[in-house]
């Protein structure tokens, strides 16, 4: 339904704010986070999580690329989803120190099998990425951003402290929860345009950042089966 013209247009930022809020995960509702960060998951899990996340960071790429596809003509948005693809190309090579700690070979990376809890994050981002609203993508991605970041902060501290890892091995986890200010900025350049148009949705990001966040959390909890 279409914004009442006399109605005031909410700014981007406290839209965003709102997201993150209304959509934070449950607590405990993560079982494997809480393990790790007092140091009572196996070694093993570093293992999976970094053959999973070769997966998982190369669909997600390939999504943010056809977004930014979409947005031809749109500059804004076409340059959001252009950071986010760039991101991802550094997370891989983020993911390779460890790996190497891990002792992952090309060949394990490259015959794995991966556990369909584990992918089924990057599958619904497919799934948005080829019809949804790209500032209602902004809204659900951001909250799930806001999640996982929250996570690897968590992990690069235990990591640290519980499992000896090096600096470069925490590197991969330490990327993703440093604050990225310019992707902020572009992502309420993008929000604030899809509402001064009426063209952003609260209502049905929302239902997108539900559905991510319950994903995000099938991730974690598939690692920890």
């Not at 998982?56 to 999504?63: K, Y």
Request: charged share 20%.
């Amino acid at each position: 339904m279409a914004r009442p013209t006399d109605a005031p247009v909410p700014s981007a930022a406290a839209v965003l704010d709102d997201a993150v809020r209304a959509l934070a995960p449950d607590a405990g509702a993560n079982r494997l986070v809480p393990r790790i960060a007092a140091g009572a998951a196996p070694r093993s899990v570093f293992s999976t999580f970094a053959l999973e996340q070769h997966q998982v960071i190369a669909a997600d790429r390939m999504s943010f690329r056809h977004l930014a596809r979409r947005a031809d003509g749109d500059p804004p948005v076409a340059g959001f989803f252009d950071l986010l693809a760039q991101g991802e190309t550094l997370a891989i090579e983020q993911l390779a120190a460890p790996a190497d700690a891990c002792e992952l070979t090309e060949g394990q990376i490259a015959d794995y099998a991966p556990r369909p809890g584990c992918q089924a994050y990057p599958s619904y981002a497919a799934r948005l990425a080829l019809g949804a609203e790209p500032a209602d993508v902004v809204i659900a991605l951001t909250a799930n951003f806001a999640a996982w970041g929250g996570y690897c902060a968590t992990l690069a501290a235990a990591m640290r402290d519980h499992y000896a890892s090096p600096e470069s091995a925490r590197g991969f986890f330490t990327f993703f929860a440093e604050p990225a200010p310019a992707l902020d900025d572009a992502a309420r350049a993008v929000l604030q345009h899809g509402l001064d148009t009426g063209r952003a949705r609260s209502g049905t990001a929302h239902r997108y950042g539900r559905l991510l966040q319950a994903y995000e959390l099938m991730f974690w909890n598939a690692l920890a089966d």
